[in-house]
């Protein structure tokens, strides 16, 4: 069974962990658990944050929170041969991953809503686009900011563009001409998969 809350109540953790609703606030206030409140003032949860409580406590995790193997990566690049290249490697040798591609900015960030993709590679050139701020959009909203974020073309460190997505949080950079190996073994390391 899919699993298609983002997010759990205190109840749903007591319910889980089998203990009731007061030990489940007890563990938040001891900063046992990472939770957000809501504007009505109640905790939640992320299912990952969760599971990642359950494991770090050599807990079971219930089958409808376990981790699927499929991860959805979007790819954004104003260049084919690019988008040609990394989605036959990607397919090759990390084959659970879906992958979407677009040759521009305003279609990748279309897609990216209904895709809702685990690593988002970008290209810091797309032309009509402020690529800084969509980093930091992404980091701000509650649905998107635990996306990986792997920046194309940032092989001057002290560029203006790389400073601003490095402060805005970017996960990884790979300059160009890009490496494909690279490419492969970056979204591997993000998304703990294995490389066939």
């Known amino acids: 069974m899919a699993l298609r809350r983002k997010s759990l109540s205190t109840g749903d953790i007591a319910r889980y962990c089998q203990v009731t609703?007061?030990?489940?606030?007890?563990?938040?206030?001891?900063d046992k658990l990472q939770v957000y409140t809501t504007p009505g003032g109640q905790y939640r949860m992320e299912v990952g944050d969760f599971v990642g409580f359950?494991?770090?406590?050599?807990?079971?995790?219930p089958e409808e929170l376990q981790p699927s193997n499929?991860?959805?990566v979007l790819l954004i690049d104003n260049d084919p041969e690019v988008l040609e290249r990394a989605t036959q490697a990607i397919a090759?040798?990390?084959?659970?991953v879906i992958l979407e591609e677009s040759d521009n900015?305003?279609?990748?960030?279309?897609?990216m809503g209904g895709l809702k993709p685990h690593a988002l590679v970008l290209d810091l050139n797309l032309p009509n686009i402020d690529i800084a701020e969509i980093c930091r959009r992404l980091r701000a909203s509650n649905e998107m900011r635990n996306v990986f974020i792997v920046a194309v073309g940032g092989a001057d460190a002290d560029s203006?563009?790389?400073?601003?997505?490095?402060?805005?949080g970017v996960d990884a950079f790979l300059a160009r001409p890009i490496s494909y190996d690279e490419l492969i073994r970056t979204?591997?390391?993000?998304?703990?998969?294995?490389?066939a």
Not at 21 to 30: L, R, S
Not at 54 to 61: D, G, Q, R, T
Not at 92 to 96: D, F, M
């Open 70 to 72: 499929e991860r959805r």
């Open 21 to 30: 609703p007061a030990t489940v606030v007890n563990w938040i206030k001891a």
């Open 105 to 111: 900015g305003v279609d990748g960030l279309l897609k």
């Open 92 to 96: 090759e040798h990390l084959p659970t």
């Open 187 to 195: 979204l591997s390391r993000l998304l703990k998969l294995s490389v």
């Open 54 to 61: 359950l494991e770090a406590n050599k807990l079971p995790i």
């Open 160 to 168: 203006d563009i790389v400073r601003k997505v490095r402060r805005a």
